[in-house]
């Protein structure tokens, strides 16, 4: 993103590669090779709006609550998105160190905090504790 100091880092100025699913491949292929509108800018995805110019985080902000909004949905942010993609791949079998690579996180401390364990799933194998009734 524009104005974040190394172009291509991600969170911590990390460079980090990650698995491109087939379709997002190529819709990229297509974006680039019929969407993308014509400029110097090095940056992959551009506004709409001329003068083209790099999206800013706040524009990736307004598209996921305007989704959400088409949706019936009430509005959601990048944090309840992160943890319910930790929850999903937690429920799905996922371990900890897994889910930290999915959203880039060097601390399974901080990662804990978003897969968060299903609790109604969880009392149906909760064993109970020796000697109390269940």
Do not use: F, N
């Not at 524009?59 to 944090?79: D, K, N, P, Q, S």
């Not at 401390?109 to 064993?127: F, M």
């Amino acid at each position: 993103m524009a104005g974040r100091g190394d172009r291509g880092a991600g969170k911590a100025r990390r460079r980090d590669r990650l698995p491109l699913p087939v379709d997002v491949g190529q819709a990229l292929v297509d974006y680039l090779t019929d969407g993308r509108p014509v400029s110097g800018c090095p940056q992959l995805l551009l506004t709409i709006y001329a003068p083209p110019r790099p999206l800013h985080p706040s524009t990736i902000t307004g598209i996921v609550y305007r989704a959400c909004r088409r949706a019936g949905l009430a509005r959601v942010g990048g944090h309840r998105l992160r943890h319910a993609l930790a929850t999903e791949l937690l429920r799905r079998g996922a371990d900890l160190i897994e889910i930290a690579q999915v959203l880039r996180q060097s601390d399974l401390g901080t990662t804990s905090g978003y897969a968060k364990i299903d609790r109604a799933v969880l009392r149906t194998v909760a064993q109970p504790w020796p000697g109390t009734r269940r």
